[in-house]
C-alpha cells in the first residue's frame, strides 16, 4: 500500500504542475479531467501524509520513553499516535477503494406506483417529490420524461433525468421497491394500509458506450396528453420508440418538440440496453457480489416509510442506524440516510477484500 500511495502522491504533484501550463487552460475538456482527477487525489495524499506524521511522532515518543524526565508525557504521546495511526490507516483502505466508474454520471430515473391501487400511485407521487426536493437541495437538475398521473394527483410511472455532480454516487443507492404504511386520504375507516412503489436508478450512458442500429428501431409518434386523458397540445409530438431485438419500449412526451423527445428516448433506450449488456457481461461478479451485499434486484424491498411511528427504515442498514426521521426525509433530506447507506457499502467491500 505505502507504494500505491507515494505513486498518487507523485501524480498528484504532477497533476498541479501541469494544471498550472497556460496551454490546458486553452483546452477546457482537458482542463476539467485533469481538475476531476485532482479532486479524487487530494484527500488521499492529504490523509497519507497525516499518516506519515503521526508515524514520525511515534517514533519521537519512543525516542523519549527512555528519558525519565519525559517517559509519561512520551507513553501518552505514543498511545495519541498509535490511535491516528489506526485511523489513518482505516481511512486510507476506504479512500483506495476502486471507484465506481459510473459516478460522475448524469442519473436516469424511473418510479411506478406497485401494490396499493391509488395509495401506491399517491406513494409514488411523494416519492417523485421527495426527489425533486432533493435534487434541488443538491443544485442538480432535473428534466422530467414521461409522467402518467392520476386524478387524485397521483403518479402510475414517472421517468425523469437527474444532472449534476455526484448524482450517480448519491442515487445509485434509491433503485428497489419502497415501502409505505399510513392512513391514505382515500380511507374512510382510518385503518393503516400498506403499499409499495418501484425505483429502479441506471447511469445516463453515452453513445461513445453503447450503439444502436436504426433498423432495429421502431419509432411512433402520438399526441402528448395528461391526467384523465386531457391532450396537452394538439401535435404528434411524443415519441415512442421500440428496439425491436429485446422489445424494449420507451417514451418520452414531455417536450413540446419531436426532435427533442426523440433525443431523449434515445438517450434512455441507450442507457437501459446499456445496463442490460453490462448486467449479462458482468454475471459473474453479480452472483459473487449477490453473497455479500444482497442482488440489489429492484423488486427488493429496500426501505419502508412508517408515517404512524414517525420513521424511515432501510432495510440494508443493521441496529439504531437503519431508522430516520420520515418527516425530513420524505421532504428531501436524504443526506443522513444516504450517507449512512455510502459508509456501509465502503465497509462492505472493505470486509469483502477489494481494498
Not at 450517480?168 to 443507492?173: A, C, E
Request: net charge negative; with cysteine; hydrophobic share 35%.
Amino acid at each position: 500500500m505505502e507504494e500505491k500511495l507515494k505513486g498518487i502522491a507523485q501524480r498528484l504533484e504532477a497533476l498541479q504542475q501541469r494544471l498550472s501550463d497556460p496551454a490546458v487552460y486553452a483546452d477546457p475538456a482537458l482542463m476539467k479531467k485533469l481538475s476531476r482527477e485532482q479532486k479524487e487525489l487530494e484527500p488521499i495524499v492529504a490523509a497519507w501524509n497525516a499518516y506519515q506524521k503521526a508515524q514520525a511522532d511515534m517514533e519521537g515518543a519512543r525516542e523519549l520513553l527512555t528519558d525519565p524526565d519525559f517517559k509519561e508525557m512520551a507513553q501518552e504521546e505514543l498511545q495519541r499516535a498509535k490511535g491516528e495511526l489506526e485511523r489513518l490507516e482505516e481511512e486510507l483502505r476506504r479512500l483506495l477503494l476502486p471507484r465506481d466508474p459510473n459516478d460522475e454520471k448524469n442519473v436516469i430515473m424511473e418510479i411506478r406506483g406497485g401494490v396499493g391501487g391509488e395509495e401506491a400511485m399517491l406513494f409514488a407521487a411523494d416519492l417523485f417529490r421527495m426527489y425533486t426536493m432533493y435534487a434541488e437541495s443538491k443544485g442538480w437538475k432535473l428534466d422530467v420524461v414521461n409522467i402518467n398521473e392520476t386524478e387524485l394527483g397521483g403518479i402510475k410511472e414517472v421517468s425523469f433525468v437527474v444532472e449534476g455532480e455526484g448524482a450517480w454516487s448519491r442515487l445509485k443507492f434509491e433503485g428497489g421497491a419502497h415501502r409505505v404504511q399510513r392512513v391514505p386520504v382515500t380511507e374512510s375507516s382510518g385503518r393503516i394500509q400498506t403499499s409499495a412503489a418501484t425505483v429502479a436508478v441506471l447511469p445516463e450512458a453515452e453513445e461513445v458506450e453503447f450503439t444502436i442500429d436504426p433498423k432495429d428501431l421502431q419509432i411512433d409518434t402520438f399526441r402528448s396528453s395528461g391526467a384523465g386523458g386531457q391532450h396537452v397540445n394538439k401535435t404528434e409530438s411524443a415519441i415512442r420508440i421500440t428496439h425491436l431485438p429485446t422489445g424494449l419500449v420507451v417514451e418520452c412526451q414531455d417536450e413540446r418538440s419531436q426532435y427533442k423527445n426523440k433525443d431523449r428516448a434515445m438517450k434512455i433506450l441507450r442507457s437501459k440496453l446499456y445496463e442490460a449488456e453490462q448486467e449479462k457481461q458482468n454475471a459473474a461478479i453479480a452472483a459473487q457480489r449477490k453473497s455479500q451485499v444482497g442482488s440489489g434486484d429492484r423488486s427488493e424491498r429496500i426501505r419502508t416509510y412508517n408515517f404512524p411511528q414517525n420513521r424511515v427504515t432501510d432495510h440494508r442498514l443493521q441496529g439504531d442506524n437503519k431508522n430516520f426521521n420520515i418527516d425530513q426525509v420524505i421532504n428531501g433530506n436524504l443526506d443522513p440516510l444516504i450517507d449512512a447507506l455510502v459508509t456501509n457499502d465502503q465497509a462492505e467491500k472493505l470486509q469483502g477484500g477489494q481494498a
